[in-house]
């Protein structure tokens, strides 16, 4: 397996070429039925499966193991609507992170006035240009209060002020679905664009490896004695942004606010102190939730305090020298001290080849754009030289591509 450091990444190494074809613009009728490839890292080789194998095959590889699935709970919010400007352009926004409150959940149950961190579309969007709309009988007017590094801190007003904005968006607002998709959202994204798990609103994107799970599926691993574990991290715009600097060492990794309760770390740290286990994560943002929660906990035992924010490259700074269960025992004993039932941080962690995981044993994810920090991340997991055949192996067999396309397996 290829070992490499971040200045030693040529990103036009993990560039290939995906014909349009292959991006999935609608979701199969039934999620279960979505291929699986699973790639058995120990035995170095690919299976042509569907999801709804997912439980027989954890059982028949695993048989001999404690297995934890590790799901993201984070649901999708309706967060794309227009407003106009007082000369009439039309304005797209996008509302991406709460100001006002610190959680987008607790942001969504509240009324007005509200400030959001947004993204928009438009002209000559400076600050104090003001905003308005009207929707079945709500009046919303705003103001752009700041700009900051491209983006808009905008303050909503809306009457009647008694409706939530989560009332508010179930009106005007949209799902808002990702660029590659290229067509306009309809009635049923917002059921198919959304886990069966979903259950903490405050994500502009959905946790896509999550989306092939059906209530059969998931009843038949329990049944399987799989326990399922969830955590949440709100999944920004972020995720989407290719990397374009010629190095990835200057690549600005996006920020995602997670969120963990005592209970769930009780269960990993059990989980971890087991030598029969086996943690996988279903996608991305649980990877970096559970990488991020080592590193939370490194950093308190090596510094004595809690930081609730981990950079991108806390990995290079740190000893690993630590072992997982030590490191999510410490946050808990954190967490009982301060008498906190739940962990709400925010992490930049930037995974890429070179990087030692500490917590995960197996991946459960979709296949990624070129040049994307995802596509880096799976390839640290898998090895260079092996991601390279998964996704030649994938757009041979006519794999569907992205947040609606098919998923992968990497078991090591």
């Known amino acids: ?71 993201n709970s984070t649901k999708v919010f309706p967060a794309r609507f227009f407003l106009e400007k007082e000369t009439g352009g039309r304005v797209e926004i996008l509302l991406e992170a709460p100001i006002t409150y610190n959680l987008p959940e607790l942001a969504l149950a509240n009324p007005s006035p509200q400030v959001w961190e947004c993204i928009v579309r438009g002209r000559n969007l400076n600050e104090n240009i003001r905003l308005k709309g009207h929707f079945q009988g709500i009046e919303i007017n705003a103001i752009i209060q700041n700009v900051v590094e491209g983006k808009r801190h905008i303050q909503f007003e809306w009457a009647p002020n ?23 959202m309809q009635e049923q994204d917002k059921q198919t664009y959304q886990t069966i798990f979903a259950e903490k609103q405050g994500s502009i994107a959905a946790p896509t490896a999550g989306l092939h799970f059906t209530n059969q599926v998931t009843q038949k691993l ?66 970096r939730t559970l990488e991020s929660l080592y590193w939370l906990g490194v950093n308190l035992i090596e510094s004595g305090e809690m930081n609730f924010r981990i950079n991108q490259w806390i990995w290079k700074d740190k000893s690993k020298n630590i072992d997982a269960n030590k490191s999510i025992e410490a946050i808990i004993n954190y967490m009982l001290d301060q008498k906190m039932n739940v962990l709400i941080a925010n992490t930049q962690i930037m995974i ?53 396309g098919d998923a992968n397996l990497y078991l090591k």
Not at 43 to 70: A, G, H, M
Not at 360 to 366: A, K, R, V
């Open 162 to 184: 008694s409706l939530s904005l989560t009332e508010i968006l179930e009106q005007l607002g949209k799902v808002p679905l990702p660029p590659y998709i290229a067509r306009e």
């Open 222 to 287: 329990l049944e399987n004695n799989v326990q399922i574990l969830d955590l949440t991290l709100h999944v920004g715009s972020g995720t989407f942004v290719p990397i374009k600097a010629d190095s990835v060492d200057e690549h600005e990794m996006h920020s995602e606010q997670f969120q963990v309760d005592i209970e769930f770390l009780q269960h990993l740290k059990n989980a971890l102190s087991n030598s029969n286990r086996k943690i996988i994560a279903t996608g991305t943002t649980s990877v």
């Open 352 to 404: 890429i080849p070179g990087y030692e995981f500490m917590m995960i044993d197996g991946l459960i994810t979709n296949f990624h754009l070129p040049k994307s920090t995802l596509l880096l991340l799976v390839s640290a997991y898998v090895g260079y030289d092996n991601y390279k055949t998964i996704y030649e192996f994938a757009l041979n067999n006519d794999y569907r591509f992205l947040s609606y």
């Open 1 to 71: 397996m290829l070992k490499q450091n971040s200045n030693q990444i040529n990103i036009e190494d993990y560039d290939y070429s995906l014909p349009l074809d292959n991006i999935a613009q609608f979701p199969l009728e039934q999620r279960e039925m979505s291929k699986l490839l699973y790639a058995n890292l120990q035995t170095n080789t690919i299976e042509n499966r569907y999801f709804y194998d997912l439980p027989d095959i954890l059982k028949d590889d695993f048989s001999n193991n404690n297995v934890y699935l590790v799901r």
